[in-house]
């Protein structure tokens, strides 16, 4: 398989790396079909779009049409031949914002219906961020829509590939509750893995061990810390100040501030019933998440550990990564218990 390049930093091209896992999946799909549509969701920057986009290439090499859409950035690749649709999707990403966005999230669809139609046996819909494009209250219908693919092809087709990404914790539950979709969790990179993407960076780095201690592996947060001159707490004022940790802490309630400082030691003790409220607006800020069980079949690519606190992983809910962590103690320090 040929390995794309990404852009982790500015200035700072990488080859895709790891996430044998997660490409697993894929080849699995691709060999046997699926029987519902896949959404994947996980942590801000953890690697979603970089698997489809690797993802997108790998089917493309096993002979699949493929589309890759993220409507949210106006952004679309195609694997086709069929010059027609793709003149289409780049009229529409040229639109206006908004408009484009909705017109590329239908226009994947019809990409796959009329590859379907023109007797392609194999095709793959790969929709990137494309829940907050729609709009939440779209989101399942949109899955409906995928599934439509599978179940309801305009002709008949050997394959047919359907996989949603997001880091939405809140569409992960309006999507759930259907049967329209499997719901998978992707990580932070495992640690191996990581490494290598930490070997490709050039110049002076600090010691792997630190800056494994520092993301947890998250790849985004690596090319931040790349781009700050490895100045951590740099990052932390960011997340800070981005999320403005400082008025949602002083919004709390004493008891919630407790609840809180006890979570950055262990993020276990926000799942209790006291604690749930809270973890609902952690979630909602895009700071904690709560993990399924560790159960293969329920993450695309490799689960995190049981638990390790130094990286903010309870059993039950992680913090996204030890930075984000960092951020929530630092500003409870500052603003007061
Ligand atoms: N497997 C990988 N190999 C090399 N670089 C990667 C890999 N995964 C992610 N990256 C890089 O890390 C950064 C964040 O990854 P990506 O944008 O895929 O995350 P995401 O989960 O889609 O984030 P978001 O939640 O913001 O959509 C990007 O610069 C991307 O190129
Ligand atoms: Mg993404």
């Known amino acids: 398989m040929r390995r794309i390049r990404l852009v982790l930093a500015s200035s700072l091209l990488v080859e895709f790396a790891d996430r ?25 920057g953890c690697g979603k779009t970089a698997w489809l986009r690797q993802s997108a290439e790998l089917l493309r090499e096993m002979g699949f049409d493929v589309i890759y859409i993220d409507p949210l950035h106006q952004q679309f690749a195609t694997h086709t031949d069929m010059a027609d649709i793709v003149r289409r999707l780049s009229e529409a990403a040229a639109e206006a914002f908004g408009i484009a966005q909705i017109k590329l999230a239908t226009l994947a669809l019809e990409f796959a219906r009329e590859a379907l139609r023109r007797g392609k046996r194999k095709v793959a819909v790969l929709a990137d961020d494309v829940f907050q494009a729609v709009g939440l209250d779209k989101a399942a219908q949109y899955v409906k829509g995928m599934l439509g693919l599978i179940e309801y092809p305009p002709r008949d087709y050997d394959v047919v590939i359907a996989v949603a990404a997001t880091s939405e914790g809140i569409t992960r539950r309006e999507i759930g509750r259907h049967r329209w979709a499997d719901l998978n969790a992707m990580w932070n990179m495992p640690k191996e893995g990581f490494k290598r993407l930490y070997e490709q960076i050039p110049g002076e780095k600090p010691a792997f061990e630190d800056v494994w201690r520092w993301t947890g592996g998250n790849p985004k947060l690596l090319g931040r810390l790349y781009e700050a001159g490895w100045d951590a707490d740099k990052i932390v004022e960011r997340l800070a100040a981005g999320r403005d940790l400082a008025t949602f802490i002083k919004t709390l309630s004493g008891r919630e501030r407790q ?60 913090w996204q990564t030890p930075l984000h962590m960092e951020a929530i103690r630092r500003t409870l320090e500052n603003v007061g218990r």
């Open 20 to 44: 044998e896992t997660a490409l697993g999946r894929i080849k699995e799909w691709a060999d046997r079909g699926m029987a519902t549509v896949q959404v994947v969701y996980g942590p801000e």
């Open 259 to 318: 609840i809180l400082a006890e979570a950055v030691e262990n993020p276990d003790a926000l799942y209790t019933e006291e604690g749930m409220p809270l973890m609902e607006k952690l979630r909602e800020l895009d700071l904690a998440l709560d993990l399924f069980e560790r159960k293969p079949y329920l993450w695309v690519d490799v689960p995190p550990p049981e638990r390790d606190p130094e990286l903010g992983i309870g059993k039950y809910v992680a």
